[in-house]
């Protein structure tokens, strides 16, 4: 079962490797289906529905134009709202809906690589905290692994605009 979670860890680091956030969100989506695997597998139902939101998400924050993607998230966020209503099963269990609602938002940033992925380190937090309260091993390394990773590549994101800035050539390139 967590190899399941490692295994959507791994493709979900591959995705945080690419400085375009779209790039993350295609490349994020076998790691959405693996998700919603995991937590079948745990049983933690909000999660799978959670998780089942989320990669409809990616998939329209990865294809669709801005006001497409902002109509198809809203409608995503109103079911989320539904189902954190319909759960009715504690504060835990509303956490993975928490995360989809806050990662929800950080698509419609994908046009600011930076505060992309800013946003998506909270929406992790938020995922160490429901792992360690439900024992989902694999999602705790997962989201405190993406969480160095995001926070790693806006650095490099920030550095690169700054010599961009400056005038100089970036010492490095970027994928």
Do not use: C, H
Request: hydrophobic share 60%; proline share 3%; no cysteine.
């Amino acid at each position: 079962m967590e190899l399941i979670g490692y295994a959507a860890t791994g493709i979900g680091l591959l995705a945080y490797l690419w400085t375009d956030p779209r790039m993350v969100l295609k490349i994020g989506i076998p790691a959405g289906i693996l998700w919603i695997v995991y937590f079948l597998t745990l049983g933690v139902w909000t999660a799978v529905a959670s998780a089942a939101l989320s990669l409809l998400r990616d998939v329209a924050g990865a294809w669709l134009g801005n006001k497409l993607m902002r109509k198809a998230t809203l409608l995503l966020l109103a079911l989320v709202a539904l189902i954190a209503l319909a759960t009715n099963a504690g504060w835990v269990s509303f956490l993975p809906v928490l995360v989809t609602a806050w990662k929800t938002g950080a698509v419609w940033l994908r046009d600011f690589p930076i505060s992309f992925r800013l946003a998506k380190v909270g929406a992790e937090m938020t995922f160490v905290l429901f792992g360690a309260l439900t024992g989902a091993q694999a999602l705790i390394v997962s989201a405190s692994i993406v969480i160095a990773v995001n926070l790693t590549t806006a650095g490099r994101i920030w550095w690169r605009g700054r010599m961009m800035s400056e005038g100089a050539a970036p010492t490095t390139s970027a994928t």
